[in-house]
């Protein structure tokens, strides 16, 4: 035998204490059921401690020890179906899928207008970030939209980071942004009117930003996982901008180089974000514009949702019960499908984001 070998104890390694009384049975069930190894047992004579190890969790079974009996949380291996154990000591063993669904909760409709911001309308949020929510009741839980303003320009505290979503873009309304994003090149900087899809799973990093920064964020669902990837370094070495991204594109649109078309709604006219192709018809983002009078034309929709912004000046929108919102720049509404509404007495400079989502949006 190898002396030193021999004589190479393993160091202490992080465990989870889980009480177990009947250690016996409760190490059979771990090893039998789950296929964990056994690491340490004492004493040799009348076991009451156990460490087993297994899935990337590491128990010490302790038929002393008091508490509480803990929960643990397993993917399932190949050919396992997600399930729910309690082991004898009283640990629960959650079997769960290895990547679960995306759950996308059913769509509430609601009208939502929100006024531009008063020197109280921020929340503050992670990273020195300051936060509006545009869309409180979340349309069931369907889609968030943020206003998120940073006072302080300069490096951002930021990680290489992705999220789990259907569906995610930011505009750049105010100032700009310095962000780098996985297998899309160097990092590069969003100037105001510039927009970015992020297509779910792709790694990304805010850098910097100016001083005053605001950008408008949707995603659907609202309520999604953030992950960190701090083994990944940005920017990568390859560059793949045709890559799909769970079957989106990544789309970094440039309003400098956009080119201005005419819009079905009367007297105006936009500059598509490029998003519609990117999501295989799951969402439409465009700037809009005044570029004539317009007529005061009632307008409606069909798609799951219909978001707008106000990016500059103001007009009245007038909703189908004939009640009227003011919209300065920086208000947003939601229109639920098949609400007519009308934009009224726009002034010469009115322009805003306008968002649809839905199938073939």
Not at 169 to 189: A, K, N, S
Not at 206 to 232: I, Q
Not at 261 to 288: I, M, N, Q, Y
Request: proline letters at 9%; aromatic letters at 8%; charged letters at 25%.
């Amino acid at each position: 035998m190898d002396e030193a070998r021999s004589n190479r104890f393993p160091e202490e390694a992080s465990q989870i204490v889980a009480p177990s009384a009947d250690l016996a049975t409760t190490l059979d069930f771990f090893q039998q059921e789950l296929g964990f190894r056994l690491e340490m047992i004492f004493p040799a004579d009348r076991p009451r401690v156990a460490v087993v190890a297994g899935r990337g969790v590491r128990l010490r079974l302790d038929a002393q020890a008091a508490g509480s009996p803990v929960t643990m949380r397993i993917p399932c291996v190949p050919g396992e179906e997600p399930r729910v154990l309690i082991a004898p000591g009283g640990t629960t063993v959650e079997i769960v899928a290895p990547i679960p669904p995306l759950e996308v909760p059913p769509l509430r409709p609601a009208f939502v207008v929100m006024d531009a911001p008063g020197k109280d309308g921020w929340n503050p949020g992670r990273a020195g970030m300051l936060y509006r929510d545009l869309i409180p009741g979340r349309q069931g839980g369907r889609i968030i939209a943020s206003h998120i303003h940073i006072p302080e320009g300069g490096a951002v505290p930021d990680y290489v980071h992705f999220h789990r979503v259907r569906f995610q873009m930011i505009y750049c309304f105010r100032g700009w942004v310095r962000v780098v994003y996985e297998d899309q090149g160097p990092p590069f900087t969003l100037e105001a009117g510039d927009a970015v899809l992020q297509p779910p799973g792709i790694r990304h990093r805010v850098l910097e930003c100016s001083p005053g920064l605001e950008v408008v964020e949707l995603s659907s669902p609202a309520a999604h996982a953030t992950y960190t990837d701090p083994d990944l370094d940005l920017p990568t070495k390859t560059v793949h901008n045709d890559r799909l991204y769970e079957g989106q594109r990544f789309v970094h649109h440039r309003a400098q180089r956009a080119a201005w078309k005419s819009d079905p709604w009367s007297g105006f006219e936009h500059r598509d974000l490029g998003f519609r192709l990117a999501t295989d018809g799951l969402a439409t983002a465009r700037v809009v514009r005044l570029r004539a009078p317009a007529a005061s034309t009632d307008l409606t929709h069909d798609k799951e949702l219909l978001f707008l912004f106000v990016l500059r000046g103001r007009a009245t929108l007038v909703d189908d019960t004939q009640s009227s919102h003011p919209l300065a720049t920086a208000a947003s509404a939601v229109i639920p499908p098949a609400r007519a509404f009308t934009l009224t007495d726009p002034s010469d400079d009115f322009a805003l984001l306008r968002v649809r989502m839905g199938s073939d949006a």
